[in-house]
């Protein structure tokens, strides 16, 4: 029986390892790219082991030169800005609105609550166009602004995320700040939203990846190299007429670490916010 479960289990991890293997396995090769040159990412080859080691120091130094006399040290700032503060953002404007919805008692406020959700069903592509427009008319286009300035308005589905949350936040706690001579803004700032620090974490994380890898936004809405953001430099990598695949393998690799590490720092929190499992001590 023992050996039978032995060998059930072994069977599982070894499943498993490969499934894993072959999910990660193109990030891999793209890693590795890095170091190889145009001839040998163009074979085809499935190797994971480059031929040269050596070539990854020339992959990345002419990667990071850039191109159309813009370096990648410019491309990592603009994206940089651009995450960091849409991300700011959503957190602050996300939680406020949370808290309005769950903790507050208003007149319309069910109203507000269903709109709120409704955005959640509506494609990006739909508001994109009267979007673009509304922010042409300000003479916006050609700035950050259009990129950052939505995120200080929250989103619906990370206010629905922090509403879940606050469920698990006794509402109790309010109630004896009040006693102790607190308004609703104080109990907001020194009670509830400290306690908020798994889901705001979740909400920091998965923000700041949708604004790291945004694409579609930069594209519609920045004008010139210098404004371009890392996800708009690669596209524009070989069209700017470099074909060197390794260097623009190098830059990707680049690309990834801050939301590697980022995962990496924060990922235990990253799980309470998302199951919601309520105060730890």
Not at 1 to 14: C, G
Not at 68 to 94: E, K, M, Q
Not at 266 to 281: H, M, P, Q, W
Request: charged share 10%.
């Amino acid at each position: 029986m023992a050996t039978k479960k032995l060998v059930s289990k072994t069977f599982y991890h070894i499943l498993v390892a490969l499934f894993g293997f072959a999910m990660v396995y193109p990030v891999l090769w793209m890693v590795i790219g890095s170091f190889r040159d145009n001839v040998e990412i163009l074979s085809g080859t499935l190797s994971l082991i480059p031929n040269d080691w050596a070539q990854g120091i020339e992959n990345f130094q002419v990667g990071w030169s850039g191109f159309a006399g813009v370096t990648f040290t410019t491309f990592f700032r603009n994206s940089f800005i651009l995450a960091i503060s849409a991300t700011i953002g959503v957190v602050l404007s996300s939680s406020v609105v949370a808290y309005s919805l769950s903790r507050l008692r208003y007149r319309g406020r069910r109203i507000v609550f269903m709109l709120m959700l409704s955005t959640m069903m509506i494609p990006g592509q739909v508001i994109m166009i009267p979007q673009f427009i509304i922010f042409h008319s300000l003479g916006l286009v050609g700035t950050f602004v259009p990129l950052i300035l939505p995120a200080f308005f929250g989103h619906g589905f990370f206010i629905f995320l922090m509403m879940q949350f606050m469920v698990s936040i006794p509402k109790e706690l309010d109630e004896a700040a009040i006693v102790d001579g607190c308004n609703k803004y104080t109990v907001f700032t020194r009670i509830v939203f400290p306690l908020l620090k798994p889901a705001l974490i979740t909400t920091a994380i998965i923000q700041f990846y949708w604004a790291w890898d945004n694409f579609m936004g930069p594209l519609i809405y920045l004008q010139g190299a210098n404004q371009w953001p890392v996800s708009i430099a690669l596209r524009n990598f070989v069209y700017a007429g470099n074909t060197n695949f390794g260097a623009m393998f190098a830059m990707s690799t680049l690309s990834l670490i801050p939301v590697f590490v980022m995962f990496l720092i924060f990922n235990k929190r990253l799980v309470e916010g998302i199951n919601t499992s309520g105060i730890k001590g």
